[in-house]
């Protein structure tokens, strides 16, 4: 069974993946503008969003395999990918394997210290119980933007730029979410690693000036680590910033994508 996504537009295939807890429509704010040059699929990884538990394994290189299965599924070759978090990690070991044409991550995982792992893993598994708990007023809040800026300020800088249903709808499924638990785990055993066995893809790196999550300072260290790759500075926005600014996000993911010619 194919994962649920979506498809919009024409051209080069841009597969989008989006990070732990997350679904396709995080990519929503800025899916139109990519479709004017892609033929743009955006995904529920197994386990998330509507995407059935199929079995895949937790890790990011397992997920990335499936991912690769998915590009057969489309019947696409060597897309561009585009991933944010979890996701970003998912883009990085696409390239790594030779499976894209380009790969661009925002806010990436795997460049963290031990420390900051666990205060990730620990924020979302928090923040998970926490929704899960208020369920019964969580319509009211997210519908409100004083609401959304009070949950979801870890995750985007500004939340009161979200639209409340969607907010809803991404945190409804975050709780609901079969493959949550097993993949925050499983960061425990990720660090991204081997930078060298990317530099046939290009690649670019985008963090926002305001992550809570996994905290900014890892851009620098992500800069060291891939030196070779394109890295950009996302001014006003948080770790999942594609409500904080879609056209900046857009540009980037575009730009990212066309540094593969």
Same mark, same amino acid.
Request: net charge negative; charged share 20%.
């Given at each position: 069974?194919?994962?649920?996504?979506?498809?919009?537009?024409?051209?080069?295939?841009?597969?989008?993946?989006?990070?732990?807890?997350?679904?396709?429509?995080?990519?929503? &704010? !800025? %899916?139109? *503008? =990519?479709? #004017?040059?892609?033929?743009?699929?955006?995904?529920? /990884?197994?386990?998330?969003?509507?995407? +059935?538990?199929?079995?895949?394994?937790?890790?990011?290189?397992?997920?990335?395999?499936?991912?690769?299965?998915?590009?057969?599924?489309?019947?696409?070759?060597?897309?561009?990918?585009?991933?944010?978090?979890?996701?970003?990690?998912?883009?990085?070991?696409?390239?790594?394997?030779?499976?894209?044409?380009?790969?661009?991550?925002?806010?990436?995982?795997?460049?963290?210290?031990?420390?900051?792992?666990?205060?990730?893993?620990?924020?979302?598994?928090?923040?998970?119980?926490?929704?899960?708990?208020?369920? &019964? !007023? %969580?319509? *009211? =809040?997210? #519908?409100?933007?004083?609401?959304?800026?009070?949950? /979801?300020?870890?995750?985007?800088?500004? +939340?009161?730029?979200?639209?409340?249903?969607?907010?809803?709808?991404?945190?409804?499924?975050?709780?609901?979410?079969?493959?949550?638990?097993?993949?925050?785990?499983?960061?425990?055993?990720?660090?991204?690693?081997?930078?060298?066995?990317?530099?046939?893809?290009?690649?670019?790196?985008?963090?926002?000036?305001?992550?809570?999550?996994?905290?900014?300072?890892?851009?620098?260290?992500?800069?060291?680590?891939?030196?070779?790759?394109?890295?950009?500075?996302?001014?006003?926005?948080?770790?999942?910033?594609?409500?904080?600014?879609?056209? =900046?996000?857009?540009?980037?993911?575009?730009?990212?994508?066309?540094?593969?010619?």
């Amino acid at each position: 069974m194919s994962l649920n996504h979506v498809r919009r537009g024409s051209g080069e295939p841009l597969v989008l993946v989006h990070g732990i807890g997350s679904q396709w429509r995080i990519w929503e &704010p !800025v %899916l139109d *503008a =990519l479709a #004017r040059d892609f033929d743009v699929l955006a995904i529920d /990884l197994p386990g998330f969003g509507h995407s +059935p538990h199929d079995g895949t394994g937790p890790s990011v290189e397992d997920q990335a395999v499936r991912v690769v299965r998915f590009f057969e599924e489309a019947g696409i070759e060597l897309p561009h990918v585009a991933g944010n978090s979890m996701g970003g990690a998912i883009a990085l070991e696409l390239a790594r394997m030779g499976a894209v044409r380009s790969a661009t991550a925002v806010s990436p995982a795997g460049f963290w210290t031990p420390r900051e792992r666990r205060f990730c893993q620990e924020s979302l598994q928090l923040s998970r119980k926490l929704l899960a708990g208020i369920a &019964p !007023v %969580l319509p *009211a =809040l997210l #519908r409100s933007p004083a609401g959304r800026t009070a949950l /979801l300020r870890q995750l985007v800088w500004r +939340p009161w730029l979200m639209d409340g249903e969607a907010a809803l709808d991404h945190m409804d499924l975050l709780t609901k979410a079969p493959a949550f638990d097993a993949c925050c785990a499983a960061f425990a055993d990720y660090t991204f690693h081997d930078a060298e066995q990317l530099s046939g893809v290009p690649v670019t790196i985008a963090w926002g000036d305001y992550d809570l999550l996994l905290l900014t300072r890892q851009r620098e260290r992500a800069r060291r680590v891939l030196p070779g790759a394109r890295h950009v500075p996302l001014p006003g926005c948080g770790h999942a910033p594609f409500s904080d600014d879609p056209e =900046l996000l857009a540009s980037v993911l575009r730009s990212g994508a066309h540094s593969a010619a």
